[in-house]
């Protein structure tokens, strides 16, 4: 199988469909949060203080296949590439139209791109202020208004790279009253719960807000425990439908918090589905099905079969061990190549090593 289903399979059938017989776009939001400094709580960068910058690179590579604002390709302390390189090699497969949104990376990208009149860095939701209310309500009315003004396509695929983001979407879903503990992800084997724990409930007592105030508006608890790009995924998530067209949420336990805001929000998600990859859905450490059922069980999950364990380079083979595992929309971006070019994961994963050997070449 190139790809397994969780939840309904005739959502998925249905935006099968849509994919061969529409028009598709692909958009990857970026952003950064003071959270992914906290040491120990990402990987996604070789220094916490990197992290901070891993966006803007993820997408540079992205666009030019090589960072502009620093000679560097994104990586784990332990040297694993970043999953850009799924997404460069699957997006370029494809060959569908896609655009970069920055919702607050700490650095502007050096690419062509749009980027939110809001955008500003979240701070560390362990203050209980990640941002100013007003800054995330913005953040969400300027994504939806992006999607009305880019309306024509039939399927949206969103996608993310945001340091520490699991964290803040344990932050988010915890303030809207969802038992989410120990069931997000991580880029590494060694999941942080006990750290991301004590990370939201410290900025949950901080900020004082009560569940039922949050779920009247969701927008309070991405102002207290959130990020600039949940927030403005779920802004563009409800434009979208509201323009009556389907969208794959492409990445793994974050996509919970952006249907969480959405529900929260009154926005119908009939139309929605996950795209991930099977790391995300075979990991021990989380759990996908069970925050998004508890959000909404009408919305399905795939996961593209990706397997590394043969591949030619050990930074690859590491994403078996239980590293990276998701970002930057690399299963989403792998199932829509998947499904547009009708190749199987065995052809995806050969354009990913070349991929991969080119980068290496550069070094």
């Not at 699957?90 to 060959?95: M, V």
């Not at 062509?112 to 202020?129: C, E, F, M, Q, Y």
């Amino acid at each position: 199988m190139d790809f397994s289903v969780i939840g309904p399979s005739d959502v998925v059938e249905d935006l099968i469909d849509k994919l061969k017989t529409g028009r598709l776009m692909a958009l990857y939001f970026i952003g950064s949060t003071r959270t992914s400094t906290i040491p120990g709580l990402s990987i996604a960068g070789a220094t916490p203080e990197l992290t901070l910058y891993t966006p803007a690179c993820d997408v540079e590579y992205l666009v030019y296949g090589r960072p502009k604002s620093f000679d560097v390709i994104p990586v784990t302390p332990e040297g694993i590439p970043t999953p850009a390189v799924i997404t460069r090699a699957c997006i370029n497969l494809c060959n569908v139209p896609y655009t970069i949104v920055d919702a607050g990376s700490a650095i502007e990208p050096k690419i062509p791109h749009i980027a939110l009149p809001s955008r500003r860095v979240g701070d560390p939701i362990n203050t209980g202020k990640a941002m100013p209310y007003e800054i995330a309500k913005a953040l969400y009315n300027e994504a939806k208004t992006l999607a009305h003004t880019l309306r024509g396509a039939d399927v949206y695929m969103i996608g993310e790279s945001i340091p520490g983001g699991t964290t803040t979407t344990l932050g988010i879903l915890s303030a809207l009253g969802y038992e989410a503990w120990g069931k997000v992800s991580s880029a590494s084997p060694t999941n942080p719960h006990d750290l991301k724990e004590k990370v939201v409930k410290e900025g949950l007592e901080k900020s004082g807000l009560k569940v039922e105030e949050a779920r009247q508006d969701p927008i309070k608890a991405v102002s207290a425990l959130g990020d600039p790009v949940h927030v403005s995924m779920a802004g563009f998530l409800h434009g979208a439908l509201e323009n009556k067209a389907k969208v794959l949420l492409a990445g793994g336990t974050q996509m919970a918090s952006v249907l969480a805001i959405a529900k929260h929000m009154n926005v119908n998600l009939e139309g929605v589905m996950i795209a991930t990859t099977r790391w995300i859905t075979s990991d021990q450490s989380s759990s996908l099905a069970s925050l998004v059922k508890s959000i909404t069980p009408s919305i399905p999950i795939t996961s593209i079969n990706l397997d590394f364990s043969e591949a030619p380079y050990e930074g690859l083979r590491y994403y078996e061990k239980g590293y990276v595992k998701e970002g930057v929309g690399a299963g989403g971006t792998a199932f829509i190549a998947h499904v547009l070019t009708g190749k199987g994961v065995r052809d995806l994963e050969k354009a990913i090593y070349e991929e991969y050997g080119r980068l290496t070449e550069k070094k």
